[in-house]
């Protein structure tokens, strides 16, 4: 069971992308665009777990060679970020210079979301790429594919 993805062939739309890929959209799009904010939902508490889609590749090709388990392991990367740490990260990555406004009319969502990778952990696997790197890495992606303001 993973947690929620990310990286190179995302979602990246503003309208129903992935809520990561689609805030490196409107980041890139507000650079462009010389906007002076990107508004981002709630008060920007919430805590996410992020794992590299190439991580996710990984752990699975060695759970098809050593797992024979019955109990499906959760695939996670154990670290949380909150929302508006996500997006001062991807406001650096992305080199904006404008603000980040908080929409407190909108909702939230749910306060954590954090799989428990103990299991996998204690089979030797843990991710690779930070998400400060896989942020990076997908954002190059987005630019040399995605691009569409």
């Not at 503003?14 to 799009?29: D, P, Q, S």
């Not at 508004?39 to 996710?56: A, F, K, M």
């Not at 060679?65 to 001062?88: F, H, K, P, Q, W």
């Amino acid at each position: 069971m993973p947690t929620n993805l990310y990286g190179p062939g995302d979602n990246f739309d503003l309208n129903t992308g992935h809520a990561l890929a689609a805030m490196i959209h409107r980041f890139h799009k507000a650079k462009i665009e010389k906007s002076e904010s990107v508004t981002i939902w709630g008060d920007g508490s919430p805590l996410r777990e992020y794992l590299h889609v190439q991580d996710l590749a990984e752990v699975c090709l060695l759970l098809l060679d050593s797992y024979n388990g019955e109990v499906a392991l959760n695939l996670g990367s154990s670290e949380e970020i909150s929302i508006i740490d996500l997006a001062r990260m991807i406001k650096k990555i992305t080199n904006f210079s404008g603000d980040i406004l908080l929409d407190l009319e909108k909702p939230n969502g749910t306060p954590r979301k954090l799989l428990d990778s103990t299991a996998i952990n204690q089979l030797g696997w843990h991710p690779r790429i930070s998400l400060e790197k896989g942020l990076e890495e997908t954002y190059r992606w987005f630019l040399s594919n995605e691009v569409q303001i």
